[in-house]
């Protein structure tokens, strides 16, 4: 694939993501609306679980237009006329290398910010639960314990509302890795997620080593680009599934 090809189709990817600032949002007249609720102690109050879901949206919506800013960036630093004439798989050799790094990288977190949110949505829609070790009774999953690798694991109870999108997402997150193919590369989510972690927790995959602490060639940049970019239509597209059954539930529950 050209050059121009490649920004043409990373774009267009891109693109195929939107948010709409008006959805979970309730009008009272013209121009007021509700701002926020706050229930009781062990009381739900009138519209709290529609706030719970403006909260995510407007999360995501502020989480979309920060990776928009980074995807743009990384494929300007990426396609520059540096970075294509002298990469070089040992050293950074320019100022535009760098910085292309800096915005995938942005991008490669924010993006696994983005599952986490998905599994978030699930939790909340269909009210998952886990059994509490004191008590042995069953009890809600708490915001901090949700695990989007736990969440849509089809083995596990927490999918047991949603077992056929749970082998869906699995299946994806587990996917064998292929980037022989045209188009979407396979196991997407399975490379971002291991240069995150390794990022994290050793050191990072855009540096060249050799150290008995760790051997490594960095790719080029537009690697990792179209893989993080890949990954975050996927999960976009899995968070918009889940958002049109929520509005669907929250219209139903108004009428």
Not at 105 to 113: D, I, K
Request: include cysteine.
């Amino acid at each position: 694939m050209s050059e121009n090809k490649e920004v043409e189709y990373l774009k267009k990817k891109i693109s195929e993501v939107s948010y709409n600032s008006e959805r979970f949002k309730l009008h009272f007249g013209e121009d007021r609306f509700l701002f926020g609720v706050i229930s009781p102690k062990d009381d739900e109050a009138p519209f709290s679980k529609l706030m719970k879901y403006k909260t995510i949206y407007d999360t995501l919506i502020d989480l979309d237009w920060k990776l928009k800013i980074s995807f743009e960036k990384g494929i300007k630093y990426t396609y520059s006329k540096p970075v294509q004439d002298n990469f070089s798989i040992v050293h950074i050799n320019s100022k535009e290398e760098k910085l292309a790094y800096y915005y995938i990288e942005n991008a490669l977190f924010r993006t696994s910010s983005l599952w986490d949110m998905l599994a978030q949505l699930y939790c909340l829609f269909y009210q998952i639960k886990k059994i509490d070790e004191k008590t042995k009774n069953e009890v809600l999953i708490q915001q901090n314990e949700v695990y989007y690798k736990k969440i849509f694991n089809p083995k596990l109870s927490f999918s047991n509302k949603f077992k056929d999108k749970a082998i869906n997402i699995y299946n994806y997150l587990y996917q064998e890795d292929d980037t022989s193919i045209e188009g979407e590369w396979k196991g997407n989510h399975q490379c971002t997620n291991k240069c995150r972690n390794k990022m994290t927790h050793r050191n990072s995959p855009n540096i060249s080593v050799i150290s008995d602490y760790d051997l490594n060639f960095k790719s080029h940049p537009s690697v990792l680009l179209k893989r993080i970019i890949e990954d975050y239509v996927v999960v976009s597209k899995y968070i918009n599934e889940i958002l049109d059954e929520i509005e669907k539930q929250m219209i139903s529950n108004i009428e």
